[in-house]
Nanobody, 127 residues
């Protein structure tokens, strides 16, 4: 019943921008983590960005060092959607990007801490 659907991937030239969307159904943004991961050919899946949704402590945002200053994670509560705005894209950003959500409240960059995953959307950055 939980479903995460990514969209917005595509082919873009280096220096360009894309915005990925993750439409979530069957879950809320409260008391959980939601984030973006990516997996490039020949590499392990890696953390990109995440929210921690906690009504007591407030939401917190974390980014991988490789994307800080270029990527921005955001959300639209009314649309139940999480976004990843990717600017100044580089060829090394080429990967399949996955939206993920934890079952409960976690504070972890590891993909093993996440329970729900989308099917992924391909981002290809040409040089």
């Amino acid at each position: 019943q939980v479903q995460l659907v990514e969209s917005g991937g595509g082919l873009v030239q280096a220096g360009g921008s894309l915005r990925l969307s993750c439409l979530a159904s069957g879950l809320t943004f409260s008391s959980r983590a939601m984030g973006w991961f990516r997996q490039a050919p020949g590499k392990e899946r890696e953390f990109v960005a995440r929210f921690i949704f906690n009504s007591w402590s407030g939401s917190r945002i974390y980014y991988a060092d490789s994307v800080k200053g270029r990527f921005t994670i955001s959300r639209d509560n009314a649309k139940n959607t999480v976004y990843l705005q990717m600017n100044n894209l580089k060829p090394e950003d080429t990967a399949v990007y996955y939206c993920a959500a934890s079952r409960g409240l976690i504070d972890n960059n590891s993909d093993h801490a996440y329970d729900y995953w989308g099917q992924g959307t391909q981002v290809t950055v040409s040089s």
